[in-house]
């Protein structure tokens, strides 16, 4: 079993509970990973802890060796960065939401935009993929 960060699952961010799954199911070192991916072991250790910023030249490169795409380490890395969803709203359904519109970015070749989309034009999108305005009651 190759070694694990020294830290615990609780102290990780969602990326870095990925890279420690990818980590076991590789049986594949830290130190290893690091080194196929060209990026300094202690980079991407710290990659891997809640609040951390990892740089997009990390993430791009730690995606090629993972057999992902970039984008899906991006929402990962940055997943709890991203403002609160209400409560109610299944954790699940948004994380497969997500993942599917990254895929299909891949699919269709797409790239990311190179400045941040207005609210008002993520608010369009979301209308358009059929999310509504929650009632009141």
């Keep these: ?15 870095g509970l990925y890279v420690l799954q990818y980590l076991e199911e590789q049986n594949i070192s830290m130190n290893h990973l690091a080194e196929l991916a060209g990026v300094p072991q202690p980079r991407l250790r710290g990659a891997c802890f809640k609040g951390t910023c990892p740089t997009p030249e990390t993430l791009t490169k730690l ?13 990962l890395a940055y997943q709890g960065r991203i403002e609160q969803v209400p409560e109610d709203v299944d954790d699940n359904l948004l994380d497969i939401l997500i993942r ?8 269709l070749n797409l790239a990311m935009p190179i400045t941040q989309p207005t609210k008002a034009k993520i608010r369009k999108a979301l209308i358009e993929l059929g999310f ?6």
């Design 63 to 75: 995606a090629k060796v993972m057999g992902k795409h970039h984008l899906e380490l991006y929402t």
């Design 1 to 15: 079993m190759p070694p694990r960060l020294q830290v615990k699952d609780e102290d990780c961010s969602p990326l």
């Design 132 to 137: 509504r305005e929650k009632r009141e009651d």
């Design 100 to 107: 599917q519109m990254l895929e299909t970015a891949r699919e």
